[in-house]
């Protein structure tokens, strides 16, 4: 097992990789020197400065709003494509329908961004709607693109679902629509939730398509963030990131907790009813 | 009773979809054939009841979107790389058009494509990007590989501890990750003060805006995405193959060679997909880190488009940047296919 | 219903048609009796394979049928088209008298047991099994009682609280049996309702099915491929296999006289000898036997033309071994010891009976020097009555 030796160290290496920037984004959000990398003492006025930058606030929530929507619409939308391709069987036109949801997966931003943008124009001019770039072309964007990876998310997960259960509801009586109420979603509710989590990070993450179907007035987060750090490196950026790492440390954390000890309580909870009924045969 | 009927379920029996539980399993691929009334079926015939309408609609809504937001607007794009570049608004010719006020015209033109030719701006674009989205996915592979494999070998509370871990990262912002190696790579940055202080290096070297930034920062922004499936492929490895191997007399690296890495190989394939795919068209980490020499083939459609403002000749770039990641989409969408049907 | 099964009635004639007083235990011998659930002239094709073919079956009121069989015979196939999650190709199911095509499943009076018990994971015990009456509009007091007889039955009702993955699989398989009564259907569905659980919580089980169902009165369709668990439980037993039913019969019908060599090799061990019909002599059929030696043996069911190829079949118990020659012309054969297992109480041998055809022989230990002397190599001989042996045509 000499070889796993040689894994484990490149595992090291690999995390050293993954986790120095992150780390140094971090302690330099700390530093009283604007100069960049060069440790000037200790401080906290780059958060000030942060939360006094009406751009990066107003562009935040901007970007926490588009995010919101286009997670919580790219599921509904998401469910339904995920079921019907799950459930239904062949139908007409089924094909296309799965080569439109996986195709933006694999699409690369760039193009996508260059096609939604021609695309509203070619509305705007046709039916006068949207008449301008802003929030909703973004958000539209944003729907389009998390829609597929929900769908993949949700298809993968109720294929692997076991169908009798839903059998079951409907042989007790419950019609098929009802069911998916009843029973499906809730049965698979872990998955709604990081199918959502997913689509939010992505929405939050995205620069390349938002650039082109962006607006004036409806600058986001990485655009302004791109805009800023393309001349220089700015230290309220490092704030700005340590604040967003911090977020999403504690949340995986919280998480992480959750799905343990809820793990632990189910194997206690078999292991119980187990040893019960060797106990009631012995 | 009327609902069934209307289906078709009742006069003609239900041709089943191959989705029900107790097919057998050789049949479970075979195609549906032809039917005279082709609705869509809920699998086993539960369907015939239903009246339709709620599945319509939960087809309908996503198709819909999808067909407004991601076919069309696509179907746009091609007409535009087909028509001819004019200073106007919008800059380019109708495609179809009334010349003579009675029939239709179609004007096409290959102008685009032929420029893109002639010009070896887009050929260098577009072999750098190529170039440098496989070296990245070579790093990827060779630094995610090894990673992988102690994940699946670990024990199941650190694996899944280690799998965090790698995933962490992910869910930080992008372009926070990229921007992070700004400050590191500097000619000031961290790494040059640290080869220096180590006296590896004398005078600082020049690493930012260099092919050598680019590789860095797709490696690692696309790591994690070469790690998972990789892991996937591994866990599912039967330990016992190598087991019986090693009983037979082979050695560790043998084991390896003959046993587990060719089992990995769907694996290995996926991954380069999910890394190579989107770094052909990357467009961000070469804008921050790479310099103007190098460009890639994202920027060039990005600027065409932005700053030249010619329309046509952005969506030729975009269908030929397209055309040549359509064998590494399929692949993939069939492996996509794959995964998700196989349970 | 135990009294039936275990009744002694080894002169019943093949087929069991021909009794002359309606048995109101086995209305499967009155011809005028009305079935409870008939199957009539069943298909099922998926693409090019043909998953049953022309199934016809009737099952009574208050019956525990079978439908026995190996992985891919059809046997859940047709169990999940009684359910409604399958339409036949061609054929009908009728449940008591009403025609079920085109009816979905929750709309049939019927409720099914599913292999994997199927116990929705995100609700307790209690909302498990009030789930099918709530779906059914009954009243909330009407549920919570009526769910809480049937967990009595099931001796659950101290679990009522619990989520299904706090229960061992034992418990899991009484929830799903419960809620798949509670609804009172007109048939109790099946599949595999053993199949999850270890060996010995399976023969305890065995029996505490066969008593709900003595005590609810319902009419139970089992999917098995365990054929101890078919004999056991079932007032009848469907044997199928490639998506037909080769005979329907009371379990000791199904093992006395099987009606073709697919039943006959498939239930326990049988030894076949293959033959033609000589005729008949003495009301006793005569079989010349291919590999040599004459074969009698007692044949009441339909006439058998002279000179047709036949197989005749004995079970290795009713076989006689001995170490010297036997005055017989007949239902003898000599060979050689094989293979030999001794149990103790009982020795089971394979004798080569020439060519490397081999049959095997089930002999208690009554004669301890037989026992200690029928060894590897040796030369014994072994004989059957004429009454033991089964003629099977095809």
Same mark, same amino acid.
């Given at each position: 097992m000499r070889k796993l030796g040689v894994a484990r160290l490149v595992f090291g290496v690999g995390v050293a990789f993954l986790y120095i920037p992150i780390i140094t984004l971090i302690i330099f959000s700390f530093n009283s020197s604007r100069i960049v990398m060069l440790w000037g003492g200790f401080s906290t006025k780059w958060y000030a400065s942060l939360f006094h930058n009406g751009f990066m606030m107003a562009a935040a929530r901007r970007t926490l709003e588009i995010g919101l929507t286009a997670a919580t619409c790219a599921v509904v939308l998401g469910t339904m494509a995920g079921y019907s391709l799950a459930r239904f069987g062949p139908f007409r036109g089924r094909t296309l329908f799965s080569g439109m949801i996986t195709a933006p997966l694999v699409m690369p931003d760039v193009i996508t961004g260059i096609s939604l943008l021609l695309m509203f124009i070619a509305m705007g001019q046709l039916i006068g709607w949207p008449a301008d770039r802003g929030m909703l072309t973004i958000a539209i964007a944003h729907i389009t693109f998390c829609t597929s990876y929900v769908t993949v998310v949700l298809q993968s997960r109720l294929v692997a679902l076991d169908r009798s259960l839903e059998e079951a509801a409907m042989d007790l009586g419950c019609r098929p629509l009802r069911i998916l109420f009843d029973i499906?979603?809730?049965?698979?509710?872990?998955?709604?939730?990081?199918?959502?989590?997913?689509?939010?990070?992505?929405?939050?993450?995205?620069?390349?398509?938002?650039?082109?179907?962006?607006?004036?007035?409806?600058t986001t987060l990485p655009l302004l963030i791109f805009s800023e750090v393309k001349l220089d490196v700015k230290p309220d950026v490092n704030a700005l990131a340590a604040i967003v790492i911090a977020f999403v440390t504690i949340g995986t954390i919280i998480a992480g907790f959750v799905m343990a000890s809820r793990e632990r309580k189910r194997l206690r909870d078999e292991q119980l009813a187990f040893a019960a009924e060797a106990a009631a045969r012995a | 009773m009327s609902e069934f009927l209307d289906s078709g379920g009742l006069a003609t029996p239900a041709p089943i979809g191959p989705g029900a539980a107790i097919v057998p399993e050789e049949l479970a691929g075979l195609p549906p054939g032809p039917?005279?009334?082709?609705?869509?079926?809920?699998?086993?015939?539960?369907?015939?009841?239903?009246?339709?309408?709620?599945?319509?609609?939960?087809?309908?809504?996503? &198709?819909?979107?999808?067909?407004?937001?991601?076919?069309i607007p696509f179907a746009i794009v091609l007409k535009i790389g087909f028509a001819d570049s004019v200073v106007a608004r919008p800059p380019f010719t109708p495609l179809l058009s009334y010349p003579d006020g009675d029939h239709l015209a179609l004007t096409v033109t290959w102008d685009n494509f032929a420029s893109l030719w002639q010009d070896d701006l887009y050929l260098r674009a577009y072999l750098n990007s190529l170039k440098i989205a496989a070296i990245s996915t070579v790093f990827c592979l060779l630094l995610g590989y090894p990673?992988?494999?102690?994940?699946?070998?670990?024990?199941?509370?650190?694996?899944?501890?280690?799998?965090?871990?790698?995933?962490?990262?992910?869910?930080?912002?992008?372009?926070?990750?990229?921007?992070?190696?700004?400050?590191?790579?500097?000619?000031?940055?961290?790494?040059?003060?640290?080869?220096?202080?180590?006296?590896?290096?004398?005078?600082?070297?020049?690493?930012?805006?260099?092919?050598?930034?680019?590789?860095?920062?797709?490696?690692?922004?696309?790591?994690?995405f070469m790690i998972l499936?990789?892991?996937?492929?591994?866990?599912?490895?039967?330990?016992?193959?190598? $087991?019986?191997?090693?009983?037979? +007399?082979?050695?560790?690296?043998?084991? &390896?060679?003959?046993?587990?890495?060719?089992?990995?190989?769907?694996?290995?394939?996926?991954?380069?997909?999910?890394?190579?795919?989107?770094?052909? +068209?990357?467009?961000v980490i070469p804008d921050l880190l790479g310099n103007a020499s190098n460009v890639m083939i994202g920027r060039v459609l990005y600027d065409e488009f932005f700053s030249n403002r010619d329309w046509p000749t952005a969506s030729a770039v975009a269908i030929a940047l397209l055309l040549a990641l359509v064998i590494p989409m399929i692949l993939f969408q069939y492996l996509q296919a794959k995964q998700v049907d196989a349970p | 219903m135990a009294e039936t099964l275990l009744r002694p009635d080894t002169n019943l004639p093949a087929g069991g048609v021909s009794a002359a007083i309606p048995d109101v235990t086995e209305p499967w011998r009155d011809s005028a009796a009305k079935p409870f659930i008939e199957i009539r002239g069943v298909s099922k094709q998926f693409g090019t394979f043909v998953a049953l073919q022309d199934v016809s079956l009737k099952i009574y009121?208050?019956?525990?049928?079978?439908?026995?069989?190996?992985?891919?015979?059809?046997?859940?196939?047709?169990?999940?088209?009684?359910?409604?999650? $399958?339409?036949?190709?061609?054929?009908?199911?009728?449940?008591?008298?009403?025609?079920?095509?085109?009816?979905?499943?929750?709309?049939?009076?019927?409720?099914?047991?599913?292999?994997?018990?199927?116990?929705?994971?995100?609700?307790?015990?209690?909302?498990?099994?009030?789930?099918?009456?709530?779906?059914? +509009?009954?009243?909330?007091?009407?549920?919570?009682?009526?769910?809480? $007889?049937?967990l009595a039955l099931v001796q659950l009702?101290?679990?009522?609280?619990?989520?299904?993955?706090?229960?061992?699989?034992?418990?899991?398989?009484?929830?799903?049996?419960?809620?798949?009564?509670?609804?009172?259907?007109?048939?109790?569905?099946?599949?595999?309702?053993?199949?999850?659980?270890?060996?010995?919580?399976?023969?305890?089980?065995?029996?505490?099915?066969?008593?709900?169902?003595?005590?609810?009165?319902?009419?139970?369709?089992?999917v098995t491929h365990d054929q101890e668990e078919a004999m056991t439980l079932s007032t009848r037993i469907a044997v199928m296999d490639r998506g037909q039913v080769y005979q329907v019969g009371r379990p000791i019908e199904i093992y006395e006289y099987p009606n073709c060599r697919f039943t006959a090799g498939f239930i326990g061990t049988m030894n076949m000898f293959e033959g033609v019909v000589l +005729?008949?002599?003495?009301?006793?059929?005569?079989?010349?036997?291919?590999?040599?030696?004459?074969?009698l043996l007692a044949h009441p069911g339909a006439p058998v033309p002279d000179g047709t190829p036949v197989w005749v079949a004995v079970r290795p118990e009713k076989i006689r071994l001995s170490l010297t020659p036997v005055a017989a012309t007949q239902n003898m054969v000599a060979g050689k010891v094989k293979d030999l297992g001794y149990f103790g109480g009982t020795t089971s041998y394979r004798i080569d009976v020439g060519d490397g055809r081999l049959v095997s022989v089930n002999v208690t230990n009554a004669d301890r020097a037989l026992a200690l002397r029928a060894d590897w190599d040796e030369r014994v001989f072994l004989t059957w009555d004429p009454a033991s042996a089964v003629l099977l045509t095809e």
């Open positions: 499906t979603l809730p049965i698979i509710a872990p998955a709604l939730l990081s199918a959502w989590l997913l689509a939010f990070t992505l929405s939050l993450d995205d620069l390349v398509i938002s650039s082109f179907v962006a607006g004036p007035g409806s | 039917r005279p009334n082709d609705r869509l079926r809920f699998p086993g015939n539960m369907l015939h009841s239903l009246g339709n309408s709620w599945q319509r609609i939960m087809v309908a809504v996503p &198709f819909g979107w999808m067909l407004l937001f991601f076919l990673m992988a494999l102690a994940i699946a070998r670990a024990t199941r509370q650190t694996r899944n501890i280690m799998l965090l871990v790698v995933v962490l990262p992910f869910w930080t912002p992008f372009l926070l990750r990229v921007y992070a190696w700004l400050g590191i790579l500097d000619t000031n940055g961290l790494l040059n003060r640290f080869l220096q202080w180590a006296h590896v290096t004398h005078a600082p070297l020049q690493m930012l805006y260099t092919p050598f930034a680019v590789y860095v920062g797709i490696v690692y922004s696309y790591l994690p499936p990789l892991y996937a492929s591994l866990e599912r490895l039967d330990r016992t193959l190598d $087991e019986a191997a090693a009983d037979l +007399g082979a050695k560790p690296f043998a084991v &390896f060679r003959d046993i587990t890495f060719p089992l990995s190989i769907p694996g290995v394939i996926a991954g380069s997909l999910l890394v190579f795919i989107p770094a052909v +068209g990357e467009y | 009121k208050g019956e525990l049928f079978s439908l026995l069989g190996g992985s891919g015979c059809g046997k859940t196939t047709l169990l999940r088209m009684i359910a409604g999650f $399958e339409t036949p190709s061609s054929g009908s199911i009728i449940i008591d008298g009403q025609d079920m095509t085109g009816v979905p499943p929750y709309e049939r009076p019927v409720n099914m047991m599913f292999q994997s018990y199927a116990l929705f994971p995100h609700m307790s015990v209690f909302n498990n099994v009030a789930y099918g009456l709530k779906k059914d +509009g009954v009243a909330r007091a009407e549920i919570a009682k009526r769910v809480d $007889e049937a009702r101290p679990y009522a609280e619990r989520k299904p993955h706090q229960l061992s699989g034992g418990q899991r398989q009484r929830v799903a049996l419960a809620r798949s009564l509670v609804k009172r259907p007109k048939a109790l569905l099946l599949d595999e309702p053993l199949g999850a659980l270890d060996k010995k919580l399976r023969e305890a089980t065995q029996y505490e099915l066969m008593n709900i169902q003595d005590k609810v009165g319902i009419t139970f369709i089992v +005729g008949l002599e003495d009301r006793l059929l005569r079989v010349k036997g291919k590999e040599g030696g004459d074969f």
